[in-house]
């Protein structure tokens, strides 16, 4: 069968994992709402198809992946909506279903450990929603559907250099918070490892083996530029966004051992430390 992907919502991850299939001839169809992102989906090798037309079905109809990064609004899944019939069609000639979900799912933990098999029980609406979506995707019958469980995402063009480059950054001070991370780059690697070993019905947590509190991260990024350590905030006290505070709601250490275990992965960049030193090597923020 002709290795294709169908890409919903097609944005950082994927395209990271676009990057890894490309060159060993994958065909990467994304959707895009807007007709003017298409020429930037070609330039990176993508075939872009607008979201809502007949053409995603056709894509559907042929295809052997999918991938679906589009996160959920408050009446559930977006591409369900649209396309869950097509979906359903075609189910069983699918090799390969992904879908990325979140570590939020399995809520505030107070800094204790989660893996796979732990319960779900998301705080913030983000994760509910997130499990809402996990809940609708199962119900497609014959479906190989892999859920991967995202910890928070770093890489080129996410990352603090730039805030602490120019003065903005801030070490941002909530006892025993801990967050786990990922680097883009490892997201792809684990989603090419599950394509090339479907194991459908797998649930896996995408993360690194070192979860640290935030304020390490920037500390850390300043000691790299060799800059001082910009200022401390108590969380209570810090000015951020709703959906910046969100993520301080919930404190817990994420196990990865299944990705390693059943697909191999060998982490490019096992801490934050590692993926930082490559970003600054890179010259990206």
């Keep these: 069968m002709e290795k294709t992907l169908v890409s919903f919502g097609h944005g950082y991850s994927a395209a990271a994992l676009a990057r890894v299939l490309i060159p060993q001839g994958w065909t990467i169809y994304g959707t895009t709402r807007s007709q003017s992102k298409f020429d930037d989906l070609r330039s990176q090798g993508i075939i872009p198809v607008l979201w809502g037309g007949e053409a995603v079905k056709d894509c559907l109809e042929t295809c052997q992946c999918v991938l679906t990064s589009v996160a959920p609004d408050d009446a559930g899944d977006p591409v369900l909506a649209l396309y869950a019939d097509s979906l359903a069609r075609n189910a069983a000639r699918f090799t390969w279903v992904g879908y990325l979900s979140t570590t939020g799912v399995y809520g505030d933990r107070k800094g204790g450990w989660v893996d796979e098999a732990s319960e779900l029980q998301p705080s913030t609406k983000r994760g509910q929603l997130r499990q809402l979506a996990e809940g609708q ?23 603090p250099f730039a805030k602490v480059r120019n003065g903005t950054a801030q070490r941002i001070i909530k006892k025993d918070q801990v967050f786990s991370r990922i680097h883009v780059d490892d997201i792809a690697q684990t989603l090419s490892a599950s394509i090339q070993n479907p194991k459908a019905g797998a649930i896996y947590n995408v993360c690194d083996d070192d979860p640290a509190p935030p304020q390490d991260v920037i500390g850390y990024a300043a ?50 430390r590692s993926g930082l030193r490559k970003m600054l090597q890179d010259q990206t923020d």
């Design 223 to 272: 000691d790299l530029l060799g800059m001082p350590q910009p200022p401390e905030v108590d969380f209570e006290n810090a000015d951020l966004s709703p959906m910046a505070r969100s993520f301080y709601a919930e404190s817990k250490r994420v196990s990865n051992e299944r990705i390693k275990a059943e697909l191999g992965v060998d982490l490019f960049y096992p801490d934050f």
């Design 137 to 159: 995707w199962r119900e497609i019958a014959d479906l190989p559907l892999h859920i991967f469980r995202l910890a928070g995402i770093y890489g080129p063009g996410r990352g």
